[in-house]
């Protein structure tokens, strides 16, 4: 089993910066890859960014590209969000995920899951 915890979220201004840290613990040797997805109230689940742990290869979803960073920690066996120029559109319950496998953008590909945390952007 893998666990995973997330945190960071909180309230913002629009053009704020926020960060936001998943832990793994348990069987994190399992582990190939790792993302981050978001839902908004009333809307489905939404890829975000993923990372591969054995080279840090990256995939960003178009919404965010060029706003948002992933990377990891690998001693920590941590992953990080690194969200810039917040939008209100930005607002969701931010998941972290891992799985066994390279970086996917469904969530039907990933194996662990987050409790979420919470990010709000007001205008």
């Known amino acids: 089993q893998v666990q995973l915890v997330e945190s960071g979220g909180g309230l913002v201004q629009a053009g704020d910066s926020l960060r936001l840290a998943c832990a793994a613990s348990g069987r994190t040797f399992s582990i190939y890859s790792m993302a981050w997805f978001r839902q908004a109230p009333g809307k489905e689940q939404d890829f975000v960014a993923a990372i591969n742990w054995p080279d840090s290869s990256t995939n960003y979803a178009d919404s965010v590209k060029g706003r948002f960073t992933i990377s990891r920690h690998s001693a920590e066996n941590a992953v990080y969000l690194q969200m810039n120029s917040l939008k209100p559109e930005d607002t969701a319950v931010y998941y972290c995920?891992?799985?066994?496998?390279?970086?996917?953008?469904?969530?039907?590909?990933?194996?662990?899951w987050g409790q979420g945390t919470q990010v709000t952007v007001s205008s």
């Open positions: 995920a891992a799985s066994f496998g390279s970086i996917g953008v469904k969530p039907y590909l990933y194996h662990y």
